[in-house]
């Protein structure tokens, strides 16, 4: 029988900022072709209070949520983004993560998904240039780097901070708190670099990715400067995100991306028989 259109069910895993919009999405420009069926969140508070301000949608344990959708949605953390994968492929569910951290060092997971046909999608996030580097991946890549400069109030709460002794709230002036490699970044950073995330994915892997993090309290931008450097030639980006009106953690741009990406995938898949 000839296939015919029918809305995607999504299950969101994740009712914080990004996935509170993504929810208010999938019932505003995208319910077209987008229908958000389930929410779940490690805070049962935080899924509850989202359902309800939603319309039709339950409150399910992971599990569940999966079983019971089309597509995944994660939009929770890197801590749990590499499970939600695991379990996606397991249930052969096609899945949307957000959290881009969780994904590296799951190679075999990955490879598991591509022999699966389970599709995995990923947002480009708060930079531009993505398209470029995988370009240039069809080369030899020398380097690439990444400087991202926040605002002091979006760098509060990473881990990276916890054995150091810099005082966020007294930053005077231009100042560079982490150099390294991205791998060490994302670990230390876990909220606020996944853009490291997708340049390594994209590119020559999280332990050659370089990454500098610089803040200021003069800042009221999050920055990302991307350099890459190859047998292609160099490449150069600056993207100047303004912060998330409710999460200076998060860009808008991350949000905005994510929303197209739905869209993206809403304009390709078909459903049913």
């Known amino acids: 029988m000839r296939a015919i259109n029918k809305k995607i069910r999504i299950g969101l895993v994740g009712c914080g900022t990004i996935g509170s919009e993504i929810a208010g999405a999938c ?15 490690v805070d049962s508070a935080k899924a509850v209070a989202l359902a309800k301000a939603m319309k039709r949608v339950k409150v399910l344990g992971l599990d569940q949520l999966i079983k019971g959708v ?46 699966k046909r389970v599709k995995i999608y990923l947002p480009s996030g708060a930079i531009c240039g993505i398209d470029g580097l995988k370009s240039a991946s069809s080369g030899k890549i020398d380097s ?12 509060k709460g990473a881990p990276y901070f916890n054995d150091k002794n810099i005082d966020l709230d007294k930053v005077s ?60 030639g160099r490449l150069m980006t600056r993207t100047e995100n303004v912060p998330s009106k409710t999460n200076p ?3 808008a741009l991350a949000f905005f991306s994510a ?15």
């Open 27 to 41: 019932q505003g420009e995208l319910s077209k072709s987008m229908t958000l069926t389930a929410v779940c969140d």
């Open 70 to 115: 089309d597509l995944v949605v994660e939009a929770a953390s890197a801590k749990i983004s590499g499970e939600v994968l695991k379990k996606c492929i397991k249930n052969k569910r096609d899945v949307f993560i957000m959290s881009v951290g969780g994904l590296l060092g799951k190679d075999a997971l990955l490879k598991e998904a591509e022999a």
């Open 144 to 155: 690439v780097t990444l400087t991202t400069r926040k605002p002091p109030k979006g760098l």
């Open 173 to 232: 002036g231009e100042m560079t708190v982490f150099e390294g490699s991205a791998e060490e970044a994302i670990k230390g950073f876990p909220q606020n670099v996944n853009v490291a995330a997708v340049l390594s994915l994209a590119g020559i892997g999280a332990k050659k990715t370089r990454v500098r993090i610089v803040t200021s309290d003069q800042y009221t931008k999050n920055v990302h400067e991307v350099e890459v450097e190859g047998e292609f």
């Open 249 to 251: 953690k998060t860009s």
């Open 259 to 273: 929303i197209a990406t739905l869209r993206e995938i809403a304009s390709s898949v078909r459903i049913g028989t």
